[in-house]
Every structure is written in C-alpha cells, then in structure tokens.
C-alpha cells in the first residue's frame, strides 16, 4: 500500500523531490494518526450515544461504565489532534505578524518550534512519571488498565518531537540559503 505524500509548504521539498526514508516515516506516522484519530472520533459515538438514550428512554438501563469509556476515548483523541496539529503546523502557530520574508518566517518557525520542543519534553518527562503512577492502577466503573490512558502524554510527546525534528531541518534549510546578490 502506497502513502499518498502532500506536496510540501513553503520550506519544505519540492513535491517533485522523492522523499527520503525519513520523511516516508513521518509522512506513513501521519497517516496511521489520521486514521487513529477517525477510530476514536468513531467509537467516542457509541458510549455518547447510550449515555443519551438511556438518560431519555427507558429503551436500554443507564451504564455507569459509559461515561468512564467515553471520557478515556475522548482523552486519546485529544492527543491524537495534538499530534497531528503539530505534524500539520497547525496546533501551536498563531499568525499575528504581517507577510514576512521566507527567511523571516523560517527563524519565526524555528523560534516557535523551540517552545513547542520545550512542551514536548514537559510531556515526555512528566508523562513518564505520570504513567509510572498509573501503571498498576485500575479505573473505578470499567476497571481498565489506567496505564493505557496515561501514556497518552508521553506518546504525545514523543510524536512532536518526531513530526518537530522536520519542521527544524525545513526551516533551516531555508535560513541556511544564501540570497542572491
């Protein structure tokens, strides 16, 4: 199965450039996000919707686990978003400066990116010890391992970091170009 490539933004290869195994990477990581992210958007439905039945209708009982299921999807998903907003350059970027240089908007980036690395090591470094809390924990209705819900922070981490170390060989790329006289 072939991964379709977007042709990169300004700073970024060409889209006629072949893409090197990293970028393969980063781009096939992408993909299988976007498609988690659909997973939960999906089954996030299912407890949601019987929350409301039952809450309406006498059609099914009320389930207590429902709420507990619906808050860990809603969780994964969250950070999923977070992921892929990073990879798109869309999660953290503001744009309050007018039109810039491309070498301006390149050092902009690069200073950006700088403090999401910052939070990015904040969610690795603190979620490792947040999922160690958790490790032989149960939550109370639906008794899942809280493991698996935590360890959504470092993961999380951990993808900006990949998606991150892209954006700062783009960017300097672009500041590294010398203009023409």
């Not at 990477?25 to 299912?46: E, K, M, P, R, S």
């Not at 949601?48 to 809603?74: C, D, G, H, K, N």
């Not at 744009?95 to 050092?107: C, G, Q, T, V």
Request: glycine share 6%; no cysteine.
């Amino acid at each position: 199965m072939a991964i379709a490539l977007p042709a990169e933004g300004p700073g970024g290869p060409p889209a006629s450039a072949a893409p090197g195994a990293w970028r393969r990477f980063t781009a096939g990581f992408a993909w299988l996000l976007n498609w988690l992210l659909i997973g939960t958007v999906a089954v996030l439905i299912i407890p949601v919707t019987m929350q409301i039945v039952s809450r309406y209708t006498s059609v099914i009982p009320p389930y207590i686990w429902t709420e507990e299921l619906a808050r860990f999807v809603f969780i994964w998903m969250i950070m999923l978003g977070a992921m892929v907003g990073v990879r798109e350059s869309s999660h953290f970027d503001v744009d309050i400066w007018p039109r810039l240089s491309l070498k301006a908007n390149a050092a902009l980036r690069l200073v950006t990116n700088v403090f999401t690395l910052v939070f990015a090591l904040v969610f690795v470094i603190s979620g490792i010890e947040f999922t160690r809390f958790a490790i032989y924990r149960i939550s109370e209705l639906a008794e899942l391992p809280l493991w698996v819900i935590h360890i959504a922070w470092p993961l999380t981490g951990l993808a900006w970091i990949v998606f991150l170390g892209e954006q700062f060989v783009d960017n300097i790329r672009i500041l590294a170009v010398k203009e023409a006289p």
